[in-house]
Structure formats: structure tokens, C-alpha cells
């Protein structure tokens, strides 16, 4: 598995260069699949890599401080948007111009920001188990302080998981630090209650919005407010929970969404590289 040089990074939190390191799948289009705060492994993306890897390079990317990637030891409120430029210049160290989007959690609130940064790379966008609020005092408050107390409430099997994946002496410090920024970016006073500051209805690629009906981390009126922003974009998966596309009563539901979005992008469609 290859790894890419930045010359920097914002979310890095240091100055100089940044390996990243990236997996690599099939051949065609690329598609790059941005995931969560956990990190990769808990919600891997296995499953769609089978449905959509005959037509499409599936990229899978480990964000500074995840995985094989180098760590970090802060992570700003602005964690988001910085995670989006380190994205950009991953794609301009891999010589990648044009690219469909595919973010999950975090990642999918980093998926919807270059899509309104940077439409022109951009044809399709999935978003899948996003977040609108930047406060979440209902789904999510309570979560984020048991996790930056006690991440071993996740459970001994997302525990070895996370700990096989980061390292078992530095997976409790990522996943803190997410759960404590995320109580901070609630805590801030910003023009805007959402994670986009007022500019979700700006989005112009192709965009779909997955999400399970049965995701914890969902605020009652969130799924409304993307709704209100994207008028019929977003798709809810029935019995599915924070990670559709990992999971087995769902995962094929979820393909076959996704697939009809990116079949219905001309960009995408030839199925070559855009190199």
C-alpha cells in the first residue's frame, strides 16, 4: 500500500512535510472515500469497493493523525475545513484533477465542504451519515463526554479494532480528541447553527445524501434541515444505522443508490481517468 508526500498540511499541526498514507482499489474514474472520526476500520468500505470497483480507482485515504498516517497531537475546531485542503493536496500529489466523493461521518461533512469549495473537481458527492448541527445536545452531547473520559466504553471489539488500526498506545487520544473538539465546535459562537455557515444550498455537484433511519448521532430536526437546504437529495436507508454502507441488511441498498447517482454523471460515466 502506497503512502503520498504533502510539502504540508493544516491538520497536521506542524510545519514541513506529510506522508499520508492511501489504499488503493480497481481501476477507472477515481473515487475517494473519506472516513469518519474514528478512522477507517470500524466502518470499513469493503463492501462497496466490490459494488463499485469494476468501474472506478476506490482511494481510501487515512486523514493526518489516523491510521498509517502520521499523528497529531491537537485537533482544531476547524478540523473540517483544514482536512479538506490536506484532501486537495493529496489529490494534486497524486495527480488527480477530477474525483467523485465519498464521505462518511466527518468525513462526510469534509466531503460536502469541497464540494462547495471546489465544484469544478468535483462531479458527484455522497454524503452518508452527515452532520448538519454543529451542536448536537440531543444525540450527541452526552456521547462525546463519555468518549473523551472513557473511550473504552465502545466496547472490547470496536476497542482491539481502533487499537489494531491506530496503535494501542495512541487509539484512546484520537478518539478523545474527537469527541472533546466536537463538544468545543458546540460551545462556539458562530453566525450559523450549521456546520457550513449557511451555504449547503450552494452545493452544486451531483449529491446524494445518505443516511440510516436508525443513526444515533442524529439530531430530530437534522435530516429536515438538509432537506429544507437540497430538496430531494437525501435518501433515508430504513433500518440502517450510522454506517449503511458497512452493513449487511443495507449495504446492497445503499450500492444501488449510489450507483443510480453516479450513472447519471457524465464525467463519471466514461469511466476513465481524468489524468
Same mark, same amino acid.
Given at each position: 500500500?502506497?503512502?503520498?508526500?504533502?510539502?504540508?498540511?493544516?491538520?497536521?499541526g506542524?510545519?514541513?512535510?506529510?506522508?499520508?498514507?492511501?489504499?488503493?482499489?480497481?481501476?477507472?474514474?477515481?473515487l475517494?472515500?473519506? &472516513?469518519?472520526?474514528?478512522?477507517?476500520? !470500524?466502518?470499513?468500505?469493503?463492501k462497496?469497493?466490490?459494488a %463499485?470497483?469494476?468501474?472506478? /480507482? =476506490?482511494?481510501?485515504p487515512?486523514?493526518s493523525?489516523?491510521?498509517?498516517?502520521g499523528?497529531?497531537?491537537?485537533?482544531?475546531?476547524?478540523?473540517?475545513?483544514?482536512?479538506?485542503?490536506?484532501?486537495?493536496?493529496?489529490?494534486?500529489?497524486?495527480?488527480?484533477?477530477?474525483?467523485?466523493?465519498?464521505?462518511?461521518?466527518?468525513?462526510?461533512?469534509?466531503?460536502a465542504?469541497?464540494?462547495?469549495g471546489?465544484?469544478?473537481?468535483?462531479?458527484?458527492?455522497?454524503?452518508?451519515?452527515? &452532520?448538519?448541527?454543529?451542536?448536537?445536545? !440531543?444525540?450527541?452531547?452526552?456521547f462525546?463526554?463519555?468518549? %473523551?473520559s472513557?473511550?473504552e /466504553? =465502545?466496547?472490547?471489539?470496536i476497542?482491539?479494532?481502533?487499537?489494531?488500526?491506530?496503535?494501542?498506545?495512541?487509539?484512546?487520544?484520537?478518539?478523545?480528541?474527537?469527541?472533546?473538539?466536537?463538544?468545543?465546535?458546540?460551545?462556539?459562537?458562530?453566525?450559523?447553527?450549521?456546520?457550513?455557515?449557511?451555504?449547503?444550498?450552494?452545493?452544486k455537484?451531483?449529491?446524494?445524501?445518505?443516511?440510516?433511519?436508525?443513526?444515533?448521532?442524529?439530531?430530530?430536526?437534522?435530516?429536515?434541515?438538509?432537506?429544507?437546504?437540497?430538496?430531494?437529495?437525501?435518501?433515508?436507508?430504513?433500518?440502517g444505522?450510522h454506517?449503511?454502507?458497512?452493513?449487511?441488511?443495507v449495504?446492497?441498498?445503499?450500492?444501488?443508490?449510489?450507483?443510480?447517482?453516479?450513472?447519471?454523471?457524465?464525467?463519471?460515466r466514461?469511466?476513465?481517468?481524468?489524468?
Open positions: 500500500m502506497p503512502f503520498a508526500t504533502l510539502p504540508d498540511s493544516p491538520l497536521a506542524r510545519p514541513g512535510p506529510v506522508r499520508l498514507f492511501y489504499r488503493q482499489y480497481g481501476r477507472g474514474f477515481p475517494l472515500f473519506l &472516513h469518519g472520526g474514528w478512522g477507517y476500520q !470500524v466502518y470499513p468500505f469493503g462497496q469497493i466490490d %463499485v470497483g469494476r468501474d472506478f /480507482s =476506490v482511494l481510501i487515512d486523514r493523525g489516523y491510521g498509517q498516517s499523528r497529531i497531537e491537537s485537533l482544531p475546531t476547524d478540523f473540517h475545513h483544514r482536512a479538506a485542503a490536506e484532501t486537495v493536496a493529496l489529490l494534486d500529489a497524486l495527480g488527480i484533477t477530477k474525483a467523485v466523493l465519498w464521505g462518511h461521518s466527518d468525513g462526510a461533512v469534509i466531503t465542504l469541497l464540494g462547495l471546489h465544484p469544478e473537481r468535483f462531479p458527484a458527492v455522497v454524503m452518508e451519515a452527515t &452532520h448538519y448541527y454543529r451542536d448536537k445536545p !440531543v444525540s450527541s452531547r452526552a462525546f463526554q463519555e468518549m %473523551v472513557n473511550p /466504553s =465502545v466496547g472490547e471489539r476497542c482491539a479494532t481502533l487499537a489494531a488500526e491506530h496503535g494501542q498506545d495512541y487509539w484512546k487520544q484520537i478518539v478523545s480528541l474527537n469527541a472533546d473538539t466536537w463538544l468545543k465546535i458546540a460551545a462556539e459562537n458562530r453566525a450559523t447553527p450549521d456546520l457550513y455557515g449557511g451555504q449547503l444550498s450552494q452545493l455537484p451531483a449529491a446524494l445524501f445518505l443516511h440510516g433511519s436508525r443513526d444515533p448521532r442524529t439530531e430530530p430536526d437534522e435530516l429536515a434541515a438538509i432537506e429544507r437546504e437540497l430538496p430531494g437529495a437525501l435518501r433515508v436507508i430504513e433500518g444505522g454506517s449503511p454502507h458497512s452493513e449487511d441488511a449495504s446492497s441498498q445503499v450500492s444501488h443508490l449510489a450507483e443510480k447517482l453516479l450513472s447519471q454523471v457524465p464525467t463519471v466514461k469511466g476513465l481517468p481524468p489524468y
